[in-house]
């Protein structure tokens, strides 16, 4: 008797613990991406300065998702990306982080070479100190802007 009702126990957890799974689960975890919310490492090609680690939850309320993710559709939100509805989100890294000269990396509408260091700190630096004056080519609305760090060692790990 003992034996019939762990069986059952463990056949009832099983089903709980498939179900829970699947409820809790979206679209986009299910693909391997990083969800909203979660932190991301921009890496660094510059000698003196290393990664930075980017919390997409401290951003929320400075701009809309495309300003930063431009390839995606014009109106991916936090929760069309968590439903699945805006395909795979790629890296910024899998365009922007080539080194200077690099002949694949994107160019901006006036011809600057979008490599790493130049289009984060267009999009970071310009924002944080309130002043953006590059705007990725499809990028959503900024909503504020102005209030984020402004010295290299509040984002970068420092290289040694």
């Known amino acids: 008797m ?42 660094s090609v510059d000698e003196k300065w290393g990664q930075v680690k980017f919390t997409h939850a401290k951003h929320f309320g400075y701009s809309d998702c495309v300003f930063c993710h431009h390839t995606n559709n014009a109106s991916m939100t936090a929760e069309s990306f968590k439903a699945g509805k805006d395909g795979k989100v790629p890296l910024c890294a899998e365009c922007h982080v080539r080194k200077e000269g690099d002949p694949k990396t994107p160019k901006g509408s006036d011809g600057t070479e979008l490599w790493s ?44």
């Open 2 to 43: 003992k034996l019939k009702l762990l069986v059952v126990t463990l056949f009832a957890v099983a089903c709980l613990w498939t179900g829970t799974t699947q409820l809790f689960s979206t679209p986009a975890a299910a693909q391997g991406q990083k969800l909203p919310g979660d932190d991301v490492i921009i890496p």
């Open 117 to 160: 260091k130049e289009a984060y700190h267009f999009n970071c630096i310009e924002c944080h100190k309130g002043e953006i004056s590059h705007k990725p080519k499809a990028g959503g609305a900024i909503k504020k802007q102005g209030e984020g760090p402004g010295k290299c060692a509040e984002c970068h790990e420092r290289k040694e």
